[in-house]
């Protein structure tokens, strides 16, 4: 219903950060995939800081980038997992077979039907610098913090 696009990433993990109560909570700690179209981009970086400046209580966000291929963090699991029960089955006729799968190894939320898709990339330029303008290369990062300030402002890091 939807392309994985880093707008689509970026609404879906909106929409869960939305979703968790996140009570009493200063750091918000996000791991994610090294993929450039998906994940390690302005547009998601962007999606954080927005949704951090908008948010009460939470003081920064981590979002960590482990080493390619070599994570072993819970949605991996499930994308193991459900590839193990589909090579089993024989034929699949249906493609709602793959979500039944899915879904007995995940919580499943559909993008456009569950979730709405924004426009990250018209909605960050007010939050977050071009790429060109930051001081360090998303691309070469393994780690971006983002912090508040007392200034109601945001402070951007990249960790190589």
Known sequence: MASKGAN??????????NQI???????????????????????????VAKWLYDSQGIEQV??????????????NRVVALTEKTIRRLETIIRPETYIDVMSSNATIRRAVTDIPIFDWKTTCK??????Q?????????????IKKTEQVKLLVRGEI
């Not at 200063?26 to 179209?37: F, S, T």
């Not at 981590?62 to 080493?67: K, N």
């Not at 007010?126 to 790429?131: G, I, M, P």
Request: proline fraction near 4%.
């Open 62 to 75: 981590e979002i960590v980038f482990p080493v390619t291929r070599h994570s072993f963090i819970p949605p």
């Open 133 to 145: 303008q930051l001081h360090f290369q998303i691309s070469k990062t393994k780690r971006t913090i």
């Open 126 to 131: 007010d939050v977050l610098k071009s790429t």
């Open 8 to 17: 689509e990433i970026s609404s879906c993990l909106y929409y869960c950060l």
């Open 21 to 47: 109560d996140l009570v009493g909570k200063k750091l918000i700690r996000l791991v994610a995939d090294g993929c450039g179209g998906q994940n390690k981009n302005t547009i998601l970086v962007g999606m």
